[in-house]
């Protein structure tokens, strides 16, 4: 019987050590690269099978998990979007690309605020998991596709849907055109990525201890200490900016971060972060161009020299 042999790393990235790399500098000198990311998603209340996941832990209908995802869409996003824009912050969406024929009105209300659009695959119930890499590269290409056709941009960034991936996801979203991934979480600094193609392409920090999902649903933490947790986020890197220059995100899901009860906690937050002069409060785009553009280079030639000693 063939088996998979397995590696033993992902080979996507090299060792890196964090003291000692050439220097990070954000435009007008800013220590730390601030961006949110609302995961706007859509999920189906019957959803294909998927061998390796189920989507919901209910039998159908699952109406718990759906309805409060609906819920998300629906109020949440409305509540978040205003706060967003209250501090300044324009929103880089890791977007469901159903959303958009689903929900056209709430991409239109996120075009008139120049926000962000990348891609996180067509449904938050559609996983990588078990496709063939012609299928997973279909699904990628119709997401970018219909992204672009809606906002009239191609989407930077790719965050795989559900967080499932195969050992293919980030070459071929590479091929397709994109610049970025959020699916490494290996670092508090852009960082160069492998890629077959050769293009240049980076991982942004999009930090899972962040996430509200995993703070709330996961970890069980309670507003006001979720609220806490993104200030000692924020004030360890902006310190560590003194030396060369940090990314900060916060990921939000509508259905967690904008239910009533939580967001007095995080505005709080928000309102800490933006209230420091040298951040630079930007999106997931506006970063890897910029590490691209200035830094990628010397990067990549400092790992590439650390790799010989």
Known sequence: MATTRMKEHPALYDYWPYQNRPKIQWPNGAKLAFWVAPNIEYYELNPPIN??????????PALPGYTIRDYGNRVGHHRQMNLLEKYGIR????????????HPEIIELCKERDWEFFSHGIYNTRYTYGLSEDQ????????????????????????APALSHSEQTIDLFSEAGGSYTCDLFHDDQPTPVHTRSGNKFISIPYSLEMNDTIAYVVNKVEPRR??????DNFDRL??????????????TH??????????????????????????????GREIADYF????????????AAKKEV
């Not at 977007?95 to 024929?101: E, M, R, T």
């Not at 509508?254 to 972060?273: D, G, T, W």
């Not at 691209?292 to 790992?303: F, L, N, P, V």
């Open 226 to 231: 979720y609220g806490q947790m993104i200030k």
């Open 292 to 303: 691209i553009a200035h830094y990628y280079d010397a990067a990549s030639a400092d790992i």
């Open 254 to 283: 509508n259905y967690q971060v904008s239910c009533p009860h939580r967001m007095k906690a995080f505005e709080e937050a928000l309102e800490y972060i933006t209230g420091h002069s040298d951040v630079w409060v930007t999106t």
């Open 136 to 159: 997973e590269r279909e699904m990628i290409l119709d997401s970018v596709a219909t992204i672009e056709r809606h906002t009239g941009k191609k989407p930077a960034g790719y965050l």
């Open 51 to 60: 061998a390796y996941r189920k989507a919901w832990p209910q039998p159908y």
């Open 91 to 102: 929103g880089s969406i890791s977007l469901s690309a159903a959303l958009c024929d689903h």
């Open 238 to 251: 902006y310190e560590e900016g003194n030396d060369s220059g940090t990314v900060m995100c916060i990921p």
